[in-house]
């Protein structure tokens, strides 16, 4: 059958929108083609919001059948932070008969070159760009992100990940070219003379492991950093949040189908409850490149026994925030309850340990004490969420319930400034919505320590009081070295403070904002300008998304000729 969608065709309609990824990545300035406003996806038709959740609630209590080889069982059982049982089921794999398959289509996916593999990926984020409301409710349904957070994070900047991979695959592929004439001269004699050819080869099936809190957001470079590479991708959900990559293995087998492809270059691989294929799958000598998102420990393990594989991880970490002065009182805790606050503290980038002078900060508002910040501080994250229906929006759902129990234990850690409190939720009750706890807690006590030094996933925040803002430098250079952090934020006046705090993150390899007081969060990061990770600490050992996270997804082949 031939091909619906020619490469020209693909070419034409998606290079524009390559260049100006390639030029956004080469200049660090803020672009995004996806749209983060939901109005923007149109007022009639697929792409707006009442028929995303119509496409939403169509999918559940169905069978979502991908046409995969090797299918033997159907397996579900996702039940949403919300209440609902989603009911979809997926197809299980035997992986005996379906990663022959996924290998076969390689070969003409690897020479189609690195362009036209560039262009396939746009038009599967083209295509899901297009059912972004669809895709918002599969979010918000699996993660408890509140929808327009699902919307945005799972959506639009998802999609922009996704892209930005793509751009810096292409990139690295066509640093070499593809053919060369060499020339050596010998004097006298005639020179040396062969004809090159480079080929960027791919490593092989790569394995995406997906977490539970940002399927798509964190699904997307691996997914598309491989695929752009010449790899064929199986995907593995989380257990609990398979629905939006499954939708988007769909999309990309349809794609792929559609452009000549092989459509199994993509693929799907559920489990049964507590069947944990994740180890299986990861050790198998086919599986060549891994990317994984989740607790360390599993992390840990990837990384010494998928020894056959590239491992990319993105593991945990303790992110920390000192606050030494600042010229915006105000500002300073209205942006640290906002980071507090959003996702219920479920991402990996929230902040957990506030380092804070025990006798006190300097602030436009006059000298602040210790617990006079951690009370106004708590004050803050009590008026922002102290209507129901904002906290809602702001907090969305406890993805499971290891992260309640956490919360209620965080509170017998230490003097709680802050308590946590419940909010109903009317459309959904059988949502569970928690405010953050903030304890405080003594830098000099041992007991204190085992507590702020390990991470406490969640709306958890400790206010750890410390001797001198030195003292604060010291730990947090431990803290980074130690347990890693995916983000550092720190409130300064002082030149020399500042200077201390930024060469410890150099020297740590920690991300690092100073004095966000306005509507930038630490917590939050955009594609093509922010790198999220950095590879250089404990937390992860990849960065989203840079040259590095891309390009030893391939390898440079050399065929020489005689000319």
């Given at each position: 059958m031939a091909a619906e969608l020619t490469a020209h065709?693909?070419?034409?309609?998606?290079?524009?929108?390559?260049?100006?990824?390639?030029?956004?990545?080469?200049?660090?300035?803020?672009?995004?083609?996806?749209?983060?406003?939901?109005?923007?996806?149109?007022?009639?038709?697929?792409?707006?919001?009442?028929?995303?959740?119509?496409?939403?609630?169509?999918?559940?209590?169905?069978?979502?059948?991908?046409?995969?080889?090797?299918?033997?069982?159907?397996?579900?059982?996702?039940?949403?932070?919300?209440?609902?049982?989603?009911?979809?089921?997926?197809?299980?794999?035997?992986?005996?008969?379906?990663?022959?398959?996924?290998?076969?289509?390689?070969?003409?996916?690897?020479?189609?070159?690195?362009?036209?593999?560039?262009v396939v990926c746009l038009e599967i984020l083209k295509r899901i760009?297009?059912?972004?409301?669809?895709?918002?409710?599969?979010?918000?349904?699996?993660?408890?992100?509140?929808?327009?957070?699902?919307?945005?994070?799972?959506?639009?900047?998802?999609?922009?990940?996704?892209?930005?991979?793509?751009?810096?695959?292409?990139?690295?592929?066509?640093?070499?070219?593809?053919?060369?004439?060499?020339?050596?001269?010998?004097?006298?004699?005639?020179?040396?003379?062969?004809?090159?050819?480079?080929?960027?080869v791919p490593r092989g099936i790569a394995l995406v492991i997906g977490c539970n809190t940002f399927p798509t957001w964190n699904g997307y470079p691996g997914l598309f950093a491989s695929l752009a590479t010449g790899n064929a991708v199986l995907v593995k959900p989380h257990p609990r949040a398979v629905l939006p990559l499954a939708l988007t293995v769909q999309v990309a087998r349809q794609v792929l189908a559609e452009a000549g492809f092989d459509a199994n270059l993509v693929a799907l691989a559920a489990e049964r409850p507590g069947e944990g294929i994740a180890k299986t799958l990861a050790t198998?000598?086919?599986?060549?490149?891994?990317?994984?998102?989740?607790?360390?420990?599993?992390?840990?393990?990837?990384?010494?026994?998928?020894?056959?594989?590239?491992?990319?991880?993105?593991?945990?970490?303790?992110?920390?925030?000192?606050?030494?002065?600042?010229?915006?009182?105000?500002?300073?805790?209205?942006?640290?309850?906002?980071?507090?606050?959003?996702?219920?503290?479920?991402?990996?980038?929230?902040?957990?340990?506030?380092?804070?002078?025990?006798?006190?900060?300097?602030?436009?508002?006059g000298p602040k004490s210790y617990d006079e910040v951690v009370a106004d501080l708590a004050r803050a994250v009590d008026g922002l969420l102290g209507d129901d229906a904002r906290a809602n929006a702001l907090l969305g759902a406890i993805v499971n319930p290891d992260v309640k129990a956490r919360l209620e234990a965080a509170a017998g850690l230490g003097e709680v400034a802050l308590a946590s409190r419940e909010v109903a939720n009317p459309e959904f009750p059988g949502a569970v919505v928690r405010t953050p706890v903030i304890v405080k807690l003594d830098g000099a006590k041992p007991d204190d320590e085992a507590a702020y030094m390990s991470e406490c996933f969640g709306p958890v925040a400790f206010a750890v009081a410390v001797d001198s803002a030195a003292d604060a430098v010291e730990l947090l250079r431990r803290t980074v070295r130690e347990k890693g952090a995916m983000t550092v934020g720190a409130y300064t006046t002082d030149s020399e403070v500042e200077q201390q705090i930024q060469e410890v993150c150099l020297e740590e390899a920690a991300q690092l904002s100073f004095n966000l007081t306005g509507g930038v969060y630490v917590n939050?990061?955009?594609?093509?300008?922010?790198?999220?990770?950095?590879?250089?600490?404990?937390?992860?050992?990849?960065?989203?998304?840079?040259?590095?996270?891309?390009?030893?997804?391939?390898?440079?082949?050399?065929?020489?000729?005689?000319?």
């Open positions: 065709d693909l070419i034409a309609r998606h290079r524009p929108t390559l260049d100006q990824a390639l030029e956004a990545i080469r200049t660090r300035a803020y672009w995004s083609p996806h749209p983060e406003h939901p109005k923007a996806y149109g007022e009639h038709g697929s792409l707006d919001m009442a028929a995303g959740k119509a496409a939403f609630d169509a999918l559940l209590g169905t069978r979502l059948d991908l046409d995969q080889p090797g299918t033997d069982d159907w397996v579900g059982g996702e039940v949403s932070p919300y209440g609902i049982e989603l009911g979809v089921t997926y197809p299980h794999a035997d992986a005996d008969v379906l990663l022959p398959a996924m290998k076969a289509g390689q070969r003409a996916w690897r020479d189609a070159g690195a362009e036209t593999r560039a760009s297009d059912r972004t409301h669809e895709f918002a409710h599969a979010v918000m349904h699996t993660s408890g992100q509140a929808f327009m957070m699902a919307f945005q994070a799972g959506g639009p900047h998802a999609q922009d990940r996704g892209l930005e991979a793509v751009a810096y695959a292409y990139a690295e592929q066509v640093r070499t070219p593809g053919t060369a004439e060499w020339s050596k001269p010998q004097g006298k004699r005639d020179p040396l003379e062969l004809t090159k050819q480079f080929t960027p198998r000598p086919e599986i060549r490149i891994i990317d994984y998102t989740g607790s360390t420990s599993f992390g840990d393990w990837l990384e010494a026994n998928a020894r056959q594989a590239q491992v990319y991880t993105e593991k945990a970490g303790v992110n920390t925030v000192i606050v030494e002065s600042t010229d915006d009182y105000k500002g300073m805790l209205s942006n640290l309850a906002f980071s507090l606050s959003l996702y219920s503290g479920q991402m990996c980038t929230t902040p957990q340990n506030l380092l804070i002078p025990r006798e006190g900060i300097r602030t436009d508002a939050q990061t955009a594609a093509f300008s922010d790198f999220h990770g950095s590879g250089g600490n404990p937390a992860a050992n990849a960065a989203l998304t840079d040259g590095a996270f891309v390009a030893n997804r391939f390898r440079v082949v050399e065929v020489r000729r005689q000319a």
